[in-house]
């Protein structure tokens, strides 16, 4: 298994017990409450959040597979060879696997992942499947500027592989200055492979975030508990309820905790009052049409060069370049 770094340096970025705490308690102090998303992912919540992703109501990730099994030779044609290729929020990598099989002389994968133990057990299973390839992990928080490892060889370019709708998580101004760090971290000659879920019917995008099974309500609820269990705080979990809506005017899911009841909780020192219903916001997931990704695209300094959909139309998978980099 050809792994550099196998120790996976962490990038000295994710919070400290201290940074958490002052985060959290930030957070539930402004009005309206809300808690940043990448709370989600520790051990527990990352485990949750692969099983999220096999329930039917689930079609992003089903639907992504899809495009990928179709269109990764494609997509590895229009990367080009010897490619350098950074994946941010890598989690399992089986969509990257897909890509792999189909890339020429990939010079190296460098999966960046905040959470340990998942980046660990995917750099493995990508090791059995592509000893050859040279992988360097990451632990890092891929939202702050990264230090990459050296590659082993130059790269003809980087591209910084997103894939998912974790880009949908950012407002627009918070998706605009990701975009721009990436347009960054690719160099001048580089490319973005992003996915962007696209706008459906409101049933469809309600229920992939309200699944029957109430794996997603787990999920969130685990926010909670991370906090019981990292800061000693005292959350009720059972007096509180997973929320998730489509708002059609902002056209993105809102993810709240809802406080089924008055309560404190305590966060440190201090304690954290809720009144019945009071919600926390825990996440945003924005949904686009090709025009809406293309604007905000062009707002970071990019622009679409190519667009992939899967079979039914429902998720996109696009590559972004240095806006005026095409020839016309």
Known sequence: MNIRALDMPADGRTPPAGGLLETVRRG????????????????????LFERICEQPEYYLTRCETALMREHAASIADTLGMEVRLVEYGSGSAT????????????????????????????????GEHFPQLPVQPLCADFTRPLRLPI?????????????????????????????????????????????????????????????????TAEFTLNMLARLNRELGSDFDLGAFRHRAHYNALAGRIETSLVSQREQKARV??????????????????????????????????LEVLRVWLDPEGMFSVQYLVRAGSVAR
């Open 28 to 47: 539930l102090r402004a009005q309206p409450k809300r808690l940043p998303s990448w709370l989600f992912y520790d051990a527990q919540g990352s485990a």
């Open 268 to 301: 440190g020192r201090s304690q954290i009052a809720f009144g019945k219903d009071e919600a926390i916001r825990v996440e945003v997931s924005c949904k686009y049409s090709l025009e809406d990704f293309a604007t905000l695209a062009g707002k970071a300094g």
């Open 151 to 215: 590659p082993p060889r130059a790269p003809r370019r980087t591209v910084v592989y997103f894939p998912g709708s974790t880009i949908g998580n950012f407002d627009t101004r918070e998706a605009i200055a990701l975009l721009r760090k990436m347009r960054t971290e690719m160099g001048e000659n580089g490319g973005i492979l992003i996915g962007a879920d696209l706008k459906k019917d409101t049933s469809l995008i309600e229920a992939a975030y309200n699944d029957a099974a109430g794996v």
């Open 95 to 126: 969509k990257t696997r897909l890509l792999l099989e189909h890339m020429a002389a990939p010079v190296s994968y460098v999966p960046v992942e905040i959470s340990p133990e998942p980046l660990l057990q995917s750099v493995r299973r990508l």
